[in-house]
């Protein structure tokens, strides 16, 4: 199983909204509803911020926000902080004989 | 407050084995699928193994199948990771991670380190 697609690095100034994409496959977020994002900072274990596309889990930011259309899912953080900068990783389920795929990971930069 | 803590890891020559352990705690551990993930030094997240709630189903990468072994303890809250035969790319940093229902994921440990060199 590949690894789902997800630009390198993304960077807004203060304020500004941000949106990473996460780009698989029909095999995997075309074919489920299953798109979790997380973040990680330096050092730290990830966060999860984002589950079911779109679902925040209890004390996450509104400020983060997800969707998906066929293939690709998208993050998106409006009002960018300081503290918002961190590695982003989107994950799908990809059926139940298969492990979950993770994507490339996304270095946010607060300009 | 969900915990997970991992220990096991350590330095090992490559071929050589260890056993990680996860220590669970702070929710109803039998009901829960359970995961390890790696990362290696500056690398991205990858999944190595799964195991569903009753231990009785596992999946592993490709990467480690035949090697490495998952199993859960529901009676000790302690999920297990046995690795034998490693490589030099299985040098990462192992975390242990709690299922979010049978198809996602969402707490974490802080991880323990694995390095696999002569």
């Known amino acids: 199983q590949s690894a789902l697609t997800q630009p390198a690095s993304v960077s807004g100034s203060p304020g500004q909204s941000i949106t990473i994409s996460c780009t698989g496959t029909n095999s995997d977020i075309g074919a489920y509803k299953y798109v979790s994002w997380f973040q990680q900072h330096p050092g730290k274990a990830p966060k999860l911020i984002l589950y079911d596309v779109s679902t925040r889990p209890p004390g996450v930011s509104n400020r983060f926000s997800g969707s998906k259309s066929g293939n690709t899912a998208s993050l998106t953080i409006s009002g960018l902080q300081t503290e918002d900068e961190a590695d982003y990783y989107c994950t799908s389920y990809t059926g139940i004989t298969t492990l979950n795929v993770f994507g490339t990971g996304t270095k946010v930069t607060v300009l | 407050e969900v915990q997970l803590v991992e220990s096991g890891g350590g330095l090992v020559q490559p071929g050589g084995s260890l056993r990680l352990s996860c220590a669970a705690s702070?929710?109803?551990?039998?009901?829960?699928?359970m995961h390890w993930v790696r990362q290696g030094p500056g690398e991205g997240l990858v999944w190595v193994s799964r195991i569903n709630s009753d231990g009785s189903t596992t999946t592993y990468a490709d990467s480690v199948k035949g090697r490495f072994t998952i199993s859960k303890d529901n009676a000790k809250n302690t999920l297990y990771l046995q690795m034998n035969s490693l490589r030099v790319e299985d040098t990462a940093l192992y975390y242990c991670v709690r299922g979010l229902g049978d198809k996602q994921v969402d707490n974490w440990g802080q991880g323990t380190l694995v390095t696999v060199s002569s």
């Open positions: 702070g929710f109803p551990f039998s009901p829960y699928w």
